[in-house]
């Protein structure tokens, strides 16, 4: 069965420090995407970034980038150069490949404040 | 905006009730989901819809149903309503299997 973890509930960052947001998962799958979402206090969910099993580059947009250690299991998100606007939770999510039918399951969180 | 429609934002609603909340998704994609955020929780997975018909259910109750009408239109239905149903219920939708999710902005329940 699919499982998302993140194991660091909240993060205290330096505005202008660059952040690494842990992310690891379990799939039997070798077909997978991965996500990161940004959930501001407003509440609604922001799509960041997307990571494909069989890409062989990390992605990146913008500021944003996914370390992806495909051995390892791990899909972490690293923010370069953080803002007083990047506090929010950070959700990491992976969605299995079957068909049209596909769970698409997220971690519990991490809490991220930006210190000015 | 993600292009995707949730009514109502707002529902108070008493315990036993039954409310019926709404989504439509972006132009375009057939594919629709429901999650289940409760405080400061993470998103619970709920059921998935593609173009009509249920594709993968999640730990969603069953209290609970949902179903995709032939607009590509989606309703979630809660029934018997409980004090641990006040949660913030989002809907998404996507086109493709390595599209990202889209989401609506939420209906937030709060049952009394």
């Known amino acids: 069965a699919q499982k998302i973890t993140q194991t660091q509930p909240g993060m205290f960052v330096q505005e202008k420090e ?42 990146t947009e913008g500021r944003y980038s996914l370390n992806f250690q495909k051995a390892r299991k791990s899909a972490n998100l690293v923010i370069s150069a953080s803002q007083l606007g990047d506090s929010a939770m950070y959700f990491c999510a992976m969605r299995e490949w079957y068909s049209s039918a596909s769970k698409i399951i997220f971690g519990s969180g991490t809490r991220l404040s930006i210190r000015p | 905006d993600s292009g995707v429609t949730q009514t109502p934002k707002h529902l108070i609603t008493a315990t036993g009730q039954r409310v019926t909340l709404r989504c439509s998704p972006r132009s375009g994609d057939l594919s629709v989901y429901w999650y289940q955020q409760s405080l400061d929780q993470g998103l619970q997975f709920l059921i998935q819809y593609y173009n009509g018909e249920e594709r993968a259910k999640g730990n969603i109750l069953e209290r609970f149903s949902a179903q995709q009408f032939p607009d590509l239109h989606s309703e979630l239905n809660l029934s018997s309503l409980e004090l641990g149903d006040s949660a913030l219920y989002f809907c998404a939708s996507t086109r493709a299997a390595d599209s990202p999710l889209h989401f609506g902005n939420g209906t937030r329940l709060t049952v009394t």
Request: aromatic fraction near 20%.
């Open chain 1, 18 to 59: 660059a952040v690494t947001l842990d992310c690891t998962y379990d799939t039997s799958d070798q077909s997978y995407g991965l996500f990161w979402y940004k959930q501001p206090s407003s509440g609604e969910m922001i799509f960041l970034i997307y990571q494909g099993s069989y890409d062989e580059q990390n992605a």
